[in-house]
T-cell receptor, first 113, second 111 residues
Framework: ETGVTQTPRHLVMGMTNKKSLKCEQH?????MYWYKQSAKKPLELMFV???????ENNSVPSRFSPECPNSSHLFLHLHTLQPEDSALYLC????????????FGQGTRLTVV | LAKTTQPISMDSYEGQEVNITCSHN???????ITWYQQFPSQGPRFIIQ???TKVTNEVASLFIPADRKSSTLSLPRVSLSDTAVYYC????????????FGAGTTVTVRA
């Protein structure tokens, strides 16, 4: 248990569906992150929020839409995904930035059919 | 964010010590060096962090030379369960949010 909780753990969705991934932390951290990890590939940093403000957006397709309503919650809204978007999506949080310990959730295994 | 370079893979046997060196030639004064471990289908987990000299905890040791342009993660007496990907990250504790993981070093421990 890392203190970062992701739901759902598994998700299967069609290409025309809309779904959302949720991440929650009550560690008092100010920074939250979304990552994508495809099979046997490195982690790809997607979005970063600091104090509810987006500070990093790494050329992610618009079919992925993040939302950070407060410093404890982070969402990733998904719509019209492609099969190649199937991957493990990980959420993380840290007190401030890179130089502070990051805690990761268990991830959401997403399959797009 | 200082770029890091580390070996792609390393093989070892149970009971041996594993040392992984990470190069970060452009490390800045405010940067800390942090190592993470990742098992398949899980998120990375913090192992150890240091700024200079040597840091030791119950899991590993981190050696940082005076010029801080490299660092070495030392895993004593590895077991099969230490087979994982190990990442070296360098960054500051404030206003530095590009928490990017490279390819890391895949350590395989054999019986």
């Amino acid at each position: 248990e890392t203190g970062v909780t992701q739901t759902p753990r598994h998700l299967v969705m069609g290409m025309t569906n809309k779904k959302s991934l949720k991440c929650e932390q009550h560690l008092g951290h100010n920074a939250m992150y979304w990552y994508k990890q495809s099979a046997k590939k490195p982690l790809e940093l997607m979005f970063v929020y600091s104090l509810e403000e987006r500070v990093e957006n790494n050329s992610v397709p618009s079919r992925f839409s993040p939302e950070c309503p407060n410093s404890s919650h982070l969402f990733l809204h998904l719509h019209t995904l492609q099969p190649e978007d199937s991957a493990l999506y990980l959420c993380a949080s840290s007190l401030t930035g890179v130089g502070t310990e990051a805690f990761f959730g268990q991830g959401t295994r997403l399959t797009v059919v | 964010l200082a770029k890091t370079t580390q070996p792609i893979s390393m093989d070892s046997y149970e009971g041996q010590e594993v040392n992984i060196t990470c190069s970060h030639n452009n490390i800045a004064t405010n940067d800390y060096i942090t190592w993470y471990q990742q098992f398949p289908s899980q998120g990375p987990r913090f192992i150890i962090q240091g700024y200079k000299t040597k840091v030791t905890n119950e899991v590993a040791s981190l050696f940082i030379p005076a010029d801080r342009k490299s660092s070495t993660l030392s895993l004593p007496r590895v077991s099969l369960s230490d087979t994982a990907v190990y990442y070296c990250l360098v960054g500051a504790r404030s206003n530095d949010y590009k928490l990017s993981f490279g390819a890391g070093t895949t350590v395989t421990v054999r019986a």
